[in-house]
């Protein structure tokens, strides 16, 4: 059986990466510049994804952790937040046009801030996996994370908006 992962863990690799392109750009350097291939997949990852599936090297969360946090995508900048309240963010840099489809992280702030974590996403209707290499690691090349790899795999359902209140007419 697996152990839960502690919800430091989580933070900790939310920071590093996440989740749902365009890499920030270093202090001195210019922004790059986006294809347009790259925003239309922006687009399409866009919006607040819930996680089904979060396991480091092995070990899985706990689906009552999972139920509390959210991965919100707007643009190339990603956040995650824990009943609500946000807790971590990451610039991503998508590559769409590979056979695995790459996605770099850079996250803004903790141990890992202005640090590249590479990993490959894929998705399949409003189902999002990804899987990121260990800080300092390399890309993996397949959607697994087993004992002593050093991976996260991450799958995301889309979540569906909340519905408007009714209008007083």
Same mark, same amino acid.
């Given at each position: ?86 807790? &971590? $963010?990451?610039?991503? *840099? %998508?590559?769409?046009? #590979? /056979? ?46 087993? &004992? $002593?790899?050093?991976? *996260? %795999?991450?799958?995301? #359902? /889309? ?11």
């Amino acid at each position: 059986m697996a152990m839960p992962i502690p919800l430091a863990q989580i933070a900790l690799f939310a920071a590093a990466f996440l989740v749902s392109a365009g890499l920030a750009p270093a202090q001195d350097q210019p922004p790059k510049a986006v294809s347009a291939e790259v925003k239309e997949e922006l687009k399409t990852l866009e919006g607040t994804w819930e996680p089904t599936r979060y396991t480091t090297g092995g070990q899985s969360t706990a689906a009552e952790i999972l139920a509390e946090i959210r991965r919100v995508a707007e643009g190339d900048f990603v956040y995650w937040t824990r009943k609500g309240k946000r807790f &971590a $963010g990451t610039h991503v *840099t %998508l590559d769409p046009s #590979r /056979k695995l489809k790459t996605i770099d992280v850079v996250a803004d702030g903790g141990k890992f801030r202005d640090k590249v974590v590479q990993g490959i996403y894929k998705l399949d209707g409003d189902e999002l996996t990804i899987c990121m290499a260990a800080p300092d690691g390399t890309r993996p090349d397949s959607f697994e994370a087993e &004992a $002593g790899d050093g991976r *996260t %795999l991450m799958v995301f #359902r /889309k979540a569906t908006p909340e519905p408007e209140a009714p209008k007083k007419p």
